[in-house]
C-alpha cells in the first residue's frame, strides 16, 4: 500500500504543476492575441536613405529630421548612409530606396543595383540635392529613374507650392496651397524619360515660370517620387513636408 504521506506529496506537486501548466496556456494565449492584434499595424517600411555631399546639412535634415519623421508611429524604420559603395550591402534587404545625395556614385556595381532595384518594381524618392544632374557620366540615371533633372534654382526664399492632384494619395494631408522658403529647383522633364506626373508645383510672384514640387515619374516598373522640396530647415520641419514625405515612402513601398 502506498504511503498516505508520500500520494499527498505527489498530488500537491501535481497540481501545482497542472496550474503552471494552465498558467503557460494562458500567458501564451495572451502573448499570441497581443502579437497578433499588433503586427497587422506593426511591420515597418524598410527605407535606405543616402545623404552625403555638398551644400547641405544631410545629416540633419534627412537623417535626423527625416528619419524621425518616417520613424514616427511605426511606419517606417530608416537606415542612413553617407557613403553610396555602401548601397551594395543594404539595398537588398530595403523596400524603399530614399537618395538624398549629391555625393557621386562612382561605382558600376552601385549604379547597376540602383537601376536593377527600380526595374525590380520597388519605390525611391528622389529628393532635392539627388534630383540635380549631378553625374555627367552617368546619364542613365536622369533619364530612366528621374526622367529629368535640375540644373539650377532660384536663390533661396519664399514660394508658393500648389498642389495639382489632390487626389493622389501622396498629397494626402497636405494643404491645397502653402508658402515656403526654400531653393525653387529648375527640375525639368527629359522628353527621351519615362514622363512624369506633376502632383505639385511652386511659383513666385512675378514670375510665369512653374516648376515640379512634387511628382510621380512613369516608370514602367518602380514607383518613384520626385521631391523637389528639402534644402534645410524651412521644409523638412514643416508638416505639409512631413505629411507628403510620410505619404509618398506609403506609396512607393505600395503599402
Ligand atoms: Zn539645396
Redesign the pocket.
Known amino acids: 500500500m502506498q504511503n498516505p504521506t508520500l500520494f499527498l506529496r505527489k498530488a500537491v506537486r501535481f497540481h501545482v504543476l497542472a496550474g503552471a501548466v494552465v498558467l503557460a496556456g494562458v500567458g501564451l494565449t495572451n502573448c499570441k492575441v497581443s502579437s497578433s492584434g499588433t503586427a497587422k499595424n506593426a511591420k515597418p517600411i524598410r527605407v535606405l536613405m543616402v545623404g552625403g555631399g555638398t ?2 546639412n544631410f545629416g540633419m535634415w534627412y537623417k535626423n529630421v527625416d528619419g524621425q519623421t518616417l520613424s514616427k508611429d511605426g511606419l517606417a524604420t530608416v537606415n542612413y548612409v553617407g557613403d553610396p559603395d555602401s548601397i551594395l550591402t543594404y539595398l537588398p534587404q530595403a523596400d524603399v530606396l530614399y537618395l538624398s545625395n549629391n555625393r557621386p556614385i562612382k561605382d558600376a556595381n552601385v549604379r547597376q543595383a540602383i537601376v536593377d532595384f527600380a526595374n525590380a518594381g520597388k519605390g525611391l524618392i528622389i529628393a ?2 539627388a534630383m540635380w544632374y549631378n553625374w555627367k557620366d552617368w546619364p542613365e540615371y536622369n533619364l530612366s529613374v528621374v526622367s529629368g533633372g535640375s540644373r539650377g534654382h532660384d536663390k533661396y526664399g519664399t514660394f508658393e507650392v500648389n498642389v495639382n492632384n489632390p487626389q493622389h494619395p501622396i498629397m494626402n494631408g497636405v494643404e491645397p496651397k502653402f508658402a515656403l522658403k526654400d ?1 525653387r529647383y529648375y527640375y525639368i522633364p527629359d522628353p527621351a524619360g519615362p514622363g512624369i506626373e506633376v502632383l505639385a508645383s511652386s511659383s513666385v510672384a512675378g514670375s510665369d515660370k512653374v516648376f515640379p514640387s512634387v511628382f510621380v515619374v512613369r516608370h514602367p516598373k518602380a514607383r518613384i517620387v520626385g521631391i523637389a522640396l ?2 534645410d530647415a524651412e521644409s523638412h520641419n514643416i508638416q505639409n513636408y512631413q505629411n507628403l514625405l510620410r505619404n509618398a515612402v506609403k506609396w512607393a513601398a505600395r503599402d
Do not use: L, T
Request: charged content about 15%; aromatic content about 0%.
Open positions: 551644400s547641405h532635392h540635392a531653393e528639402g534644402h
